[in-house]
């Protein structure tokens, strides 16, 4: 079993930026590779990126692409979503998750453990 706990969400104007952190808790010691997906009211879990448990490969959805990155700090089981240039329609939900691979994984289907999310507040 693996906990992941987000932080950093809160309320950003427009253009600006926050960093999310997924602290990860349990059974580390397995490959995990790990991802950010986010949600806003009445729409589907999106995916937004998603890194190997090695932090060499990484995917990012085109609509952030150049905007977010993703990383990961496996001394501190620890995984980061930098957001720059925020947009109002990017206000959400935003989820951490885990899964038993060693490659990128993007399918929201193929992770096996989810944070309980942190919000993001993107003011126009």
């Known amino acids: 079993q693996v906990q992941l706990v987000e932080s950093g969400g809160g309320l950003v104007q427009a253009g600006g930026s926050l960093r999310l952190s997924c602290a990860a808790s349990g059974r580390t010691e397995r490959t995990y590779a790990m991802g950010w997906f986010r949600q806003a009211p009445g729409q589907e879990r999106a995916f937004v990126a998603a890194?190997?448990?090695?932090?060499?490969?990484?995917r990012t959805a085109d609509s952030v692409k150049g905007r977010f990155t993703i990383s990961r700090d496996n001394a501190k089981n620890t995984v980061y979503l930098q957001m720059n240039s925020l947009k109002p329609q990017e206000a959400a939900v935003y989820y951490c998750a885990a899964a038993r691979a060693r490659m990128v994984v993007t399918s929201l289907n193929e992770y096996d453990y989810w944070g309980q999310g942190t919000q993001v507040t993107v003011s126009s």
């Open positions: 890194v190997t448990w090695s932090g060499l490969t990484t």
